[in-house]
């Protein structure tokens, strides 16, 4: 078959959107460091937003430890969300390179806890390869906790670290000196925002958490994560299983809220759901992944990869779940495009119709 057109079209624009950084990667980085360009250009972001011919697919890793990896029963992490260690560090590295050589690239959300260690010349490694990082708050709080024990191992083991600040206090600022922590360790704003943990409900109904995450400049937040089923421990899933995983990809599109901030779910199934939760093989991961991308193309709609290299470093060393989906896109022609976060929030924004009484 010809390689189609638009195939070589969308490589080159996402070639150029790289160009900038792997310019200033070639030039060496003694001198101050070149604004650079990471995911989808924003003229090309409107474009492809506004295409409802292709399905949008985003590949997202979130940038934390996870507990029982890399060993089953270590949990210090749970404490020490933002500690990496250097195999995690290198996976996302490694995997960012293996998406860009397939056209593609890796919408990452960074805890930034990480960005107090020595050295943070991988991150600088990923965004001069055009990688755009969001927001994963400072300690990998849950958003929606009502105490600071609640919201964080970390406060439970050493309350005198949110001494004198209320809960929200407490969740608005490890959200906020995580931005001041890119800016002044990256030289970037964050590209969007991630709650820690994912719900069925979102921020629904929470009018509260939308407005602080807006007024801190936040346009959208990726934090749904639709309920389904994943079976049992050790065993492959059944049918109703991957049917289960397939159905859940339509809760999974992008809406906007009432307060104008926009929700990009992430579509199922995590990887620390499948394998840690479940002990799943990666053939058993890869075809649920395979499958709600599959969803995605047919039905035009928008398909969010979660994953985490702490978890995937272990369980998918060679990253052939990413490949894959870059395969799949690249064969979907001009069905399907990878893109960032972003992108698909835009898509959500075009496709809203405020309702006569919002106006
Ligand atoms: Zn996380």
């Given at each position: 078959?010809?390689?189609?057109?638009?195939?070589?079209?969308?490589?080159?624009?996402?070639?150029?959107?790289?160009?900038?950084?792997?310019?200033?990667?070639?030039?060496?980085?003694s001198?101050?460091?070149?604004?650079?360009?990471?995911?989808?250009?924003?003229?090309?972001r409107r474009?492809l937003?506004?295409?409802?011919?292709?399905?949008?697919?985003?590949?997202?890793?979130d940038?934390?430890m996870?507990?029982?990896y890399?060993?089953?029963?270590?949990m210090?992490?749970?404490f020490?969300?933002?500690?990496l260690?250097?195999?995690?560090?290198?996976?996302?590295v490694?995997?960012?390179?293996?998406?860009?050589?397939?056209?593609?690239f890796?919408?990452?959300?960074?805890?930034?806890?990480?960005l107090?260690?020595?050295?943070v010349?991988?991150?600088?490694?990923?965004?001069?390869?055009?990688?755009?990082?969001?927001?994963?708050t400072?300690d990998?709080?849950?958003v929606?906790?009502?105490?600071?024990?609640?919201a964080q191992?970390r406060?439970?083991?050493?309350?005198?670290?949110?001494?004198?600040k209320?809960?929200?206090?407490?969740i608005?600022?490890?959200?906020?000196?995580?931005?001041?922590?890119?800016?002044?360790?990256?030289?970037?704003?964050?590209d969007?925002?991630?709650?820690?943990?994912?719900f069925?409900?979102?921020l629904?109904?929470?009018?509260?958490?939308?407005?602080?995450l807006?007024?801190?400049?936040f346009?959208?937040?990726?934090c749904?994560?639709?309920?389904?089923e994943?079976?049992?421990?050790?065993?492959?899933?059944t049918?109703?299983?991957y049917?289960?995983?397939?159905?859940?990809?339509?809760?999974?599109?992008?809406?906007?809220?009432?307060?104008?901030?926009?929700?990009?779910?992430m579509?199922?199934?995590?990887?620390?759901?499948?394998?840690?939760?479940?002990?799943w093989?990666?053939?058993y991961?890869k075809?649920?992944?395979?499958?709600?991308?599959?969803w995605?193309?047919?039905?035009?709609?928008?398909?969010?990869?979660?994953?985490?290299?702490s978890?995937?470093?272990?369980?998918?060393?060679?990253?052939?779940?990413?490949?894959?989906i870059?395969?799949?896109?690249?064969?979907?022609?001009?069905?399907?495009?990878i893109?960032?976060?972003?992108?698909?929030?835009?898509?959500a924004?075009?496709r809203?119709?405020?309702?006569?009484?919002?106006?």
């Amino acid at each position: 078959m010809p390689l189609p057109s638009s195939r070589v079209s969308r490589r080159q624009f996402l070639a150029g959107s790289m160009a900038a950084g792997a310019a200033v990667m070639c030039g060496g980085l003694s001198g101050a460091a070149a604004p650079v360009g990471r995911g989808i250009p924003a003229a090309k972001r409107r474009e492809l937003a506004a295409d409802e011919s292709k399905a949008l697919i985003t590949i997202t890793l979130d940038l934390e430890m996870s507990r029982h990896y890399p060993k089953r029963g270590m949990m210090e992490w749970d404490f020490q969300k933002g500690n990496l260690d250097d195999a995690t560090k290198a996976y996302s590295v490694a995997a960012a390179e293996k998406a860009a050589a397939k056209g593609g690239f890796i919408h990452f959300f960074c805890v930034g806890r990480v960005l107090e260690h020595k050295s943070v010349d991988w991150l600088n490694t990923l965004i001069q390869g055009g990688h755009p990082i969001g927001n994963h708050t400072y300690d990998h709080v849950y958003v929606l906790a009502s105490t600071p024990e609640e919201a964080q191992f970390r406060f439970r083991r050493s309350p005198w670290l949110a001494q004198g600040k209320t809960t929200a206090e407490l969740i608005e600022e490890n959200i906020r000196i995580t931005t001041v922590a890119m800016q002044d360790r990256l030289k970037i704003d964050p590209d969007g925002f991630r709650t820690p943990g994912g719900f069925q409900t979102a921020l629904d109904g929470r009018a509260d958490i939308q407005q602080m995450l807006l007024d801190q400049g936040f346009s959208w937040v990726s934090c749904k994560y639709p309920a389904h089923e994943a079976g049992e421990e050790h065993q492959e899933p059944t049918a109703a299983v991957y049917e289960s995983i397939v159905a859940a990809q339509a809760a999974a599109q992008p809406y906007v809220y009432p307060s104008g901030l926009v929700e990009v779910p992430m579509s199922p199934i995590s990887d620390v759901n499948a394998f840690r939760t479940k002990f799943w093989k990666l053939e058993y991961f890869k075809k649920a992944i395979r499958q709600g991308v599959e969803w995605a193309i047919e039905n035009r709609a928008c398909y969010d990869f979660l994953a985490h290299p702490s978890c995937l470093v272990v369980e998918d060393p060679q990253a052939e779940t990413i490949q894959m989906i870059c395969d799949i896109v690249n064969d979907a022609g001009d069905k399907a495009v990878i893109v960032d976060c972003d992108t698909i929030a835009e898509r959500a924004r075009l496709r809203h119709k405020p309702s006569a009484e919002n106006k």
